[in-house]
């Protein structure tokens, strides 16, 4: 008797069961969008090139996956030599990766940006692509809060 109100017990939650692994595959086979802020604060023109081969790699593997991925390039102190019209070692690539992607964002710390123009007395020009944010330490806080998976090439 026990075992056969088991048996019964069993044989209800089966379909329910069912359902849970169907909606779990279901859900597996949703397009997944990754967000990665990947952080630069190094002028090296060499470390800024593996950044960006970083960057473009993932671009390919998701969209060999079928999945999506939004990237934003977050560059303070030194680092803002990237996005730098006159100094950036990378410009070219930038504006070329841009344009393959418009899920990539370039964010500018202006915190940093003060400084220099305050260092060098003239104003530094950024590329055109590169979004000035207030501090590009808070800019990474906050996209990390906001389920942002943190990279630091």
């Given at each position: 008797?026990?075992?056969?109100?088991?048996?019964?017990?069993?044989?209800?939650?089966?379909?329910?069961?069912?359902?849970?692994?169907?909606?779990?595959?279901?859900?597996?086979?949703?397009?997944?969008?990754?967000?990665?802020?990947?952080h630069?604060?190094?002028?090296?023109?060499?470390?800024?090139?593996?950044?960006?081969?970083?960057?473009?790699?993932?671009?390919?593997?998701?969209?060999?996956?079928?999945?999506?991925?939004?990237?934003?390039?977050?560059?303070?102190?030194?680092?803002?030599?990237?996005?730098?019209d006159?100094?950036?070692?990378?410009?070219?690539?930038?504006?070329?990766?841009?344009?393959?992607?418009?899920?990539?964002?370039?964010?500018?710390?202006a915190?940093?940006?003060?400084?220099?123009?305050?260092?060098?007395?003239?104003?530094?020009?950024?590329?055109?692509?590169?979004?000035?944010?207030?501090?590009?330490?808070?800019?990474?806080?906050?996209?990390?809060?906001?389920?942002?998976?943190?990279?630091?090439?």
């Amino acid at each position: 008797m026990i075992v056969s109100r088991r048996l019964a017990a069993l044989s209800t939650l089966a379909p329910l069961a069912g359902l849970a692994l169907a909606r779990q595959a279901s859900a597996a086979g949703a397009k997944t969008t990754h967000k990665v802020a990947v952080h630069v604060n190094y002028k090296d023109s060499v470390a800024q090139g593996f950044a960006l081969n970083n960057v473009q790699n993932m671009y390919e593997y998701f969209a060999s996956k079928g999945e999506k991925l939004e990237v934003r390039i977050v560059a303070h102190g030194p680092g803002l030599h990237m996005f730098r019209d006159d100094t950036s070692p990378v410009k070219d690539r930038l504006a070329s990766m841009k344009k393959a992607s418009s899920t990539l964002s370039f964010a500018a710390c202006a915190n940093t940006k003060s400084k220099m123009e305050k260092d060098e007395g003239k104003t530094v020009p950024l590329i055109s692509q590169a979004e000035i944010v207030p501090s590009g330490v808070v800019e990474l806080v906050m996209l990390e809060e906001k389920g942002w998976t943190y990279l630091r090439p």
